[in-house]
């Protein structure tokens, strides 16, 4: 397994398409109650959205795609929009397998899933192994995760594995226990739905993302929302700690 170093060493391109995107898919509920339909109206819409945005994704080359699906709070929901939620991540799971096969997808679920039922964990295992071999898009859900979740996870494995090095542990120690330690930080993070907060999303690897926010609610987040999302992240200048002068070569770098 290749591990990624820190993306702030190296600055990627911002007018290339962003390696990989980071989505807080947030705003069903609003959706569903604008329309006078029940939340979970508005989480199955929401779930349908995933397609369409997995293709386009797909289709401009984005190599990571990272959606939270459900955060290590959600389950402080209502019993009964809980239980739709895994009953919908478990249809969408059986249902999405064969057209991820056909546009090359490799599908990830990171979270601890120690909590699901026997069914679904069966489900999301089977799903990642069905998608394996695939080479194209990383789609990665996001499913009882939560940020500090994934540190101390990767804080405890590194410990137990590595107790020689406790004291000296550097960065790149622990970002190979994360859970995503198969993908670069995400250059590009999205959040529909108008709020202005992580959430307890991928608290480490969001350190110097570009963070992209819109009033759009998920339901509604189109191809060209989505265009507008990258469209923004191309204006952007990440400089990771240097100047601007550094950066368009005026200046040399001194130190990485
Ligand atoms: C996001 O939409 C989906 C999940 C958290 C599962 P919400 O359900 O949070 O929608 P709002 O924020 O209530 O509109
Ligand atoms: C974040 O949305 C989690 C997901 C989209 C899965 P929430 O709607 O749960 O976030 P808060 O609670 O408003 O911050
Ligand atoms: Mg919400």
Redesign the pocket.
């Known amino acids: 397994m290749a591990f990624f170093s820190s993306a702030t060493k190296t600055i990627p391109v911002v007018a290339e398409i962003p390696k990989h995107i980071a989505v807080?898919?947030?705003g069903n509920g609003r959706w569903a109650r604008k329309r006078f339909l029940p939340r979970v109206a508005g989480h199955a819409r929401g779930a349908e959205m995933i397609r369409d945005l997995v293709k386009s994704c797909s289709d401009m080359k984005v190599e990571y795609l990272t959606l939270?699906?459900?955060?290590s709070?959600?389950w402080r929901r209502p019993e009964e929009e809980v239980s739709f939620l895994m009953g919908l991540f478990m249809r969408a799971l059986k249902r999405e397998v064969i057209s991820m096969n056909e546009n090359n997808v490799k599908l990830m679920v990171i979270g601890d899933r120690s909590r699901f039922d026997a069914s679904l964990i069966k489900q999301i295992e089977d799903s990642e192994q069905m998608t394996e071999n695939n080479t194209g898009l990383i789609l990665t859900i996001a499913a009882n995760y939560g940020g500090r979740w994934d540190v101390l996870q990767a804080v405890n494995k590194m410990q137990l594995a590595e107790p020689q090095l406790a004291g000296t542990f550097q960065e790149e120690h622990l970002t190979s226990y994360l859970s995503m330690n198969y993908a670069p930080e995400p250059d590009l993070f999205i959040r529909t739905?108008g709020?202005s907060?992580i959430?307890n999303?991928l608290l480490w690897q969001l350190a110097y993302t570009e963070l992209y926010f819109t009033d759009t609610l998920w339901p509604d987040f189109n191809e060209a929302a989505l265009n507008l999302a990258i469209q923004s992240y191309q204006k952007r200048e990440r400089r990771f700690g240097r100047t601007s002068e550094q950066l368009s070569g005026v200046i040399a770098d001194t130190a990485t």
Request: proline residues 0%; glycine residues 8%.
């Open positions: 807080i898919m947030d939270f699906a459900f955060s709070e959600n739905g709020e907060r959430s999303f």
